[in-house]
């Protein structure tokens, strides 16, 4: 096991570690309940301080839209039931990080999260009893105290026994380095340091082996180092496509096409130059509770 927190620590590079064979499923959660009913982020609310409202019409076509995307590539979709009163529960990278049996050496593994604010916490026992059903172990943070929000802030890198590690306003250090030590995986551990940028999967895209797509301000100066030593492919998205656009927030499921909220016209044409097929989706409805593509569906397996 080896944390990194500085490229003074990266003594090898990504041929050096492990293969492990990429995650070809997703889980979705039903937007029956979906909503902005409070606000836990910079995105939810207007210039006036006022609650974004949603067309929750509009918001499941826009759902199913992506669904469909990512079925027609191929990636096995399951759905789970939404839970109501839990409007969030729609961006369900967040309450789990599920572990691959290539990582755990037997049965996958799903670690519970600790989500930042308590208005989503029921959201963590609903996805863990889905994920049990489909075979995952269940497991928890030895303490209670220590903040981790799952696949918002733990991005497992494609084909390779690497975990990317979110530090911020959502996961703490901590949960990462017992994570870490338990399942003996090199794990590097990115500070974020711009509110807007909230989650790891606001500012990172894992999109191959040897490449991303990233927002580097968004990162701390050390982190931008360390996503420079291992990744040598680094596609960037302009500061109004991050910020505003939710660019970084994109999906790869299969190595060869990027899905990508509509109308980040730079970030698509750098995604094309580097030979990435890319696919528009329109998440609009979604981008008001602070979430686009990647939030929205929880990339496992295999099993």
Not at 122 to 138: C, D, K, N, T, W
Request: aromatic share 6%; glycine share 6%.
């Amino acid at each position: 096991m080896t944390i990194l927190r500085t490229p003074a620590d990266v003594a090898f590079t990504l041929q050096d570690l492990p293969r492990i064979p990429r995650a070809d499923q997703v889980l979705m959660v039903d937007p029956a309940d979906y909503d902005v009913l409070f606000a836990i982020n910079p995105h939810m609310q207007d210039a006036e301080g006022n609650l974004l409202k949603v067309d929750r019409k509009e918001a499941r076509r826009q759902w199913w839209c992506l669904r469909e995307a990512i079925e027609s590539l191929g990636i096995h979709v399951e759905v789970a039931p939404p839970l109501e009163g839990f409007p969030d529960i729609v961006f369900c990278a967040n309450q789990v990080l599920p572990v691959s049996s290539a990582i755990t050496g037997r049965a996958p593994m799903a670690i519970a999260s600790h989500m930042a604010s308590d208005l989503r916490a029921a959201e963590v026992p609903h996805i863990m009893s889905f994920l049990r059903e489909l075979g995952y172990q269940p497991s928890a943070l030895k303490s209670r105290d220590i903040k981790m929000e799952g696949m918002g802030d733990g991005l497992w890198h494609p084909g390779r026994r690497l975990l990317w590690a979110g530090v911020g306003p959502r996961s703490d250090d901590a949960a990462w380095v017992e994570i870490a030590k338990r399942l003996d995986v090199t794990t590097a551990l990115l500070p974020l340091v711009d509110p807007d940028f909230y989650h790891l999967d606001t500012a990172l895209a894992m999109l191959a082996e040897d490449t991303c797509l990233w927002y580097p301000p968004a990162l701390s100066k050390d982190a931008q180092e360390l996503v420079e030593a291992l990744i040598p492919n680094r596609i960037e998205a302009p500061e109004i496509e991050s910020r505003r656009g939710f660019a970084c927030n994109a999906f790869c499921p299969d190595g060869e096409t990027v899905l990508i909220q509509q109308g980040n016209a730079i970030t698509k044409d750098r995604l094309e130059t580097a030979g990435f097929r890319v696919r528009e989706l329109n998440t609009s409805e979604f981008m008001k509770s602070g979430g686009s593509v990647f939030c929205m569906k929880l990339q496992h397996g295999p099993d």
